[in-house]
């Protein structure tokens, strides 16, 4: 059984997908863009979209009563692979050991003309 996540904290999904599904063990969040859902803005800048694309990864995961430390997989998806060590330096403040696994990959063009999105799996 499968369960929709939505909150209004966190941007609304911009096309046919969920924010997040509650899969009973496993949560999945779909890619987090750097919008601030208050505003619907996004920052300049990496390391600000970076910590706004987490931010919006912790509301999601609150709906479903979860924390970062639930998280064990990440994929970052990143408009520029030059801004590889600037996401990290904003991603390490937010993950401890022992870290999720994850991947990072640098795409075409993201939605929005975002610098980066990232998407996580969690488990309870």
């Known amino acids: 059984m499968k369960k929709s996540i ?14 997040g599904i509650d ?11 750097p919008i601030n859902p208050e505003t619907g803005e ?4 990496i390391s600000q ?5 987490l931010a919006n990864v912790k509301e999601v995961l609150a709906e479903a009563g979860l924390s970062i430390c639930n998280v064990v ?9 030059n801004d590889f ?4 330096e904003v991603y390490a403040t937010v993950f401890s ?8 990959v640098a ?9 980066v999105e990232i998407e996580v799996i969690a488990v309870r």
Not at 42 to 45: N, S
């Open 107 to 115: 795409v075409k063009t993201l939605p929005k003309n975002a610098l």
């Open 42 to 45: 996004m920052p300049d800048g």
């Open 49 to 53: 979209q970076t910590a706004q694309s």
């Open 6 to 19: 939505v909150t209004n904290k966190a941007p609304g999904a911009i096309g046919p997908y969920s924010q």
């Open 85 to 88: 060590g600037a996401m990290n």
């Open 73 to 81: 997989k990440t994929t970052v998806f990143l408009a520029d692979m």
């Open 23 to 33: 899969a009973g063990s496993f949560v999945f969040l779909s890619g987090q863009l």
């Open 97 to 104: 050991a022992p870290f999720p696994a994850r991947s990072a």
